[in-house]
Protein backbone atom coordinates (compact mmCIF):
# COMPACT_ATOMS: atom_id res chain seq x y z
CA UNK A 1 0.00 0.00 0.00
CA UNK A 2 1.27 3.06 -0.95
CA UNK A 3 0.63 6.77 -0.08
CA UNK A 4 0.47 9.91 -2.38
CA UNK A 5 -0.63 13.82 -1.75
CA UNK A 6 -1.01 16.17 -4.85
CA UNK A 7 -2.54 19.23 -5.35
CA UNK A 8 -5.20 19.10 -8.55
CA UNK A 9 -6.25 21.85 -10.43
CA UNK A 10 -9.90 22.05 -12.39
CA UNK A 11 -10.62 24.21 -14.94
CA UNK A 12 -14.22 24.77 -17.14
CA UNK A 13 -16.53 21.17 -17.08
CA UNK A 14 -13.76 19.51 -15.22
CA UNK A 15 -14.93 21.17 -11.98
CA UNK A 16 -18.63 20.34 -11.95
CA UNK A 17 -17.27 16.51 -12.89
CA UNK A 18 -16.98 13.73 -9.99
CA UNK A 19 -13.98 13.14 -11.09
CA UNK A 20 -12.01 11.98 -7.88
CA UNK A 21 -15.14 10.22 -6.95
CA UNK A 22 -14.91 7.83 -9.95
CA UNK A 23 -11.23 8.27 -9.59
CA UNK A 24 -11.24 6.30 -6.48
CA UNK A 25 -13.79 3.89 -7.62
CA UNK A 26 -12.08 3.01 -10.79
CA UNK A 27 -8.66 2.38 -9.04
CA UNK A 28 -9.79 0.77 -5.79
CA UNK A 29 -8.12 3.84 -3.80
CA UNK A 30 -9.24 5.77 -0.29
CA UNK A 31 -8.78 9.39 -0.73
CA UNK A 32 -9.11 11.66 2.01
CA UNK A 33 -9.79 15.16 1.07
CA UNK A 34 -7.45 18.09 3.37
CA UNK A 35 -8.29 21.33 0.92
CA UNK A 36 -10.60 22.62 -1.70
CA UNK A 37 -11.82 25.63 -3.58
CA UNK A 38 -14.56 26.05 -6.23
CA UNK A 39 -15.34 28.73 -8.20
CA UNK A 40 -16.60 29.57 -11.26
CA UNK A 41 -15.13 27.08 -13.43
CA UNK A 42 -12.43 26.60 -11.97
CA UNK A 43 -11.24 24.44 -9.14
CA UNK A 44 -8.35 23.05 -6.84
CA UNK A 45 -8.34 20.67 -4.26
CA UNK A 46 -5.21 18.85 -2.43
CA UNK A 47 -5.34 15.16 -1.48
CA UNK A 48 -3.92 12.46 0.18
CA UNK A 49 -4.52 9.43 -1.86
CA UNK A 50 -4.01 5.10 -0.40
CA UNK A 51 -3.97 2.42 -2.49
CA UNK A 52 -1.67 0.01 -4.44
CA UNK A 53 1.21 1.92 -5.77
CA UNK A 54 1.15 0.78 -9.20
CA UNK A 55 -3.07 1.81 -8.90
CA UNK A 56 -1.87 5.75 -7.67
CA UNK A 57 -0.09 5.96 -11.07
CA UNK A 58 -2.47 4.92 -13.06
CA UNK A 59 -4.99 6.89 -12.08
CA UNK A 60 -2.80 10.04 -11.55
CA UNK A 61 -2.39 9.40 -15.42
CA UNK A 62 -5.99 8.74 -16.10
CA UNK A 63 -6.48 12.52 -14.28
CA UNK A 64 -4.15 13.94 -16.51
CA UNK A 65 -5.47 12.26 -19.68
CA UNK A 66 -9.03 14.02 -18.94
CA UNK A 67 -7.01 17.54 -18.50
CA UNK A 68 -6.37 18.19 -14.39
CA UNK A 69 -3.79 19.42 -13.95
CA UNK A 70 -1.75 16.82 -11.31
CA UNK A 71 0.86 18.13 -8.56
CA UNK A 72 3.17 16.35 -6.27
CA UNK A 73 2.99 17.37 -2.63
CA UNK A 74 6.64 17.50 -1.36
CA UNK A 75 6.08 19.17 2.07
CA UNK A 76 3.70 18.06 4.73
CA UNK A 77 1.39 21.16 3.92
CA UNK A 78 -2.13 18.68 3.85
CA UNK A 79 -1.72 17.43 7.68
CA UNK A 80 -3.56 18.26 9.99
Do not use: C, N, Y
Request: glycine content about 8%; aromatic content about 8%; hydrophobic content about 45%.
Amino acid sequence: MGKRRVHLTFQGQLADEPAIWTMSQEFDLVFSIRQADLTDGFGWIMLELEGDDQKLSDAMRWLEERGVIVAPIEQDVVAG
